[in-house]
């Protein structure tokens, strides 16, 4: 989080088209923070598969002393593990790490609505992650410090408060920079009152998670496993779900390809998930085959 605060506080943020679509992006920010992330992690859990958004890393990567990450939180490592969390074997685990989620929306000010992932799958499944949010509440706090939410199925969660949303209305949480006609078509199915659009995957399960909506819908294949797995193992911890749109999970093991070429759809405890996956057209599903 204060690398990123650091290459915006310079201003020069060194931005690289990445050519795969309209809207991708990548800064220093985001180049930098994986670094960091990657090389901290590698320290300490030398034989977990640490995959990253912004490309696989160099082992001889010498990154500034000041940027490695040693302590770690001691809520967590205090808790009590569920049995199956205790026999973990390495082998079985990929950390996914998307360094700065919301490039889009750096890269135009919208700085509240960047976070960085840090997701936790065991054996293909999504069980955990870390959403760092650096600029959670910059516009109105001064010296504001940023948050770090957290989840981990079985455990709990984290780092803030968890919110049932309103039972009156039916609130929908999607992209601002990424849509398009499908996009809309399959919020439209779904007759919601209100449409948040917000940057970011992270910051949409956020929305979940602090109950501002009730389900995150994205008909597109634009997202990828970096942007779903924390989102996805901290909404999990609390008994929410992301499926693709056809309502399966997505398999998070080291060799998947990285798209979710299915969209996603996210919901909260709150609404019951394969009800509205039913609700979405039969030919619109269609576009999105396996
Ligand atoms: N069409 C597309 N092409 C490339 N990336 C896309 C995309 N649609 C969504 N994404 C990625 O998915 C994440 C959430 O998107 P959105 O804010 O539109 O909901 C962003 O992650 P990054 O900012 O980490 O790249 C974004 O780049
Ligand atoms: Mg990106
Ligand atoms: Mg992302
Ligand atoms: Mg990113």
């Known amino acids: 989080g204060n690398i990123i605060k650091d ?14 679509g309209v809207n991708d992006l990548q800064t220093e920010a985001d180049r930098s ?17 640490i995959i990253g958004e912004e490309g696989p890393h160099n082992e001889e990567d010498n990154i500034p002393s000041e940027w490695l990450v ?33 490039t889009s929306e750096y890269t135009q000010g919208l700085l509240d609505h ?33 948050r770090t939410l957290w989840g981990l199925v079985g455990i709990g969660v984290g780092g803030f408060v968890p919110f049932e949303p309103p039972s009156d ?37 956020m929305m979940l998670l602090e109950g501002k909506a009730h389900a995150y ?10 942007d779903t797995c924390a ?3 901290i909404l999990r911890a609390l ?9 399966r999970d997505y398999d998070y093991s080291k060799d998947v390809s990285y798209p979710n070429a299915q969209g996603v759809f996210g919901t909260t405890k709150y609404v019951n998930h394969q009800t509205l996956i039913g609700k979405i057209p039969q030919d619109l599903k269609d576009r999105f085959p396996y």
Not at 7 to 20: A, R
Not at 181 to 199: C, M, S, Y
Not at 239 to 247: E, L, S
């Open 7 to 20: 290459v915006m506080t310079k201003g020069e943020l060194g931005i690289v088209e990445k050519g795969s």
């Open 33 to 49: 923070a994986q670094r960091c992330i990657v090389a901290s992690l590698l320290k300490q859990f030398p034989n977990v598969t």
């Open 70 to 102: 040693t302590d770690m939180d001691e809520t967590v490592l205090n808790s009590n593990y569920p049995n199956d969390l205790k026999a973990i074997n390495p082998d079985d685990i990929v950390v996914w790490v998307d360094p700065l989620d919301g």
């Open 114 to 146: 960047v976070t960085v992932l840090i997701g936790l799958a065991v054996k293909g499944k999504p069980i955990g992650g870390v959403i760092h949010q650096p600029y959670h509440n910059y516009k109105t706090e001064k010296d504001a410090k940023g």
């Open 169 to 205: 209305k039916f609130i929908i949480t999607t992209t601002r920079s990424h849509s398009d006609a499908i996009v809309t078509k399959a919020l439209e199915a779904l007759n919601p009152d209100e449409i948040i659009r917000v940057g970011g995957a992270g910051h949409k399960v």
């Open 217 to 226: 819908v994205f008909a597109s294949k634009g997202c990828k496993r970096w």
């Open 231 to 233: 989102p996805e193992g």
């Open 239 to 247: 008994g929410g779900v992301i499926t693709d749109i056809h309502g």
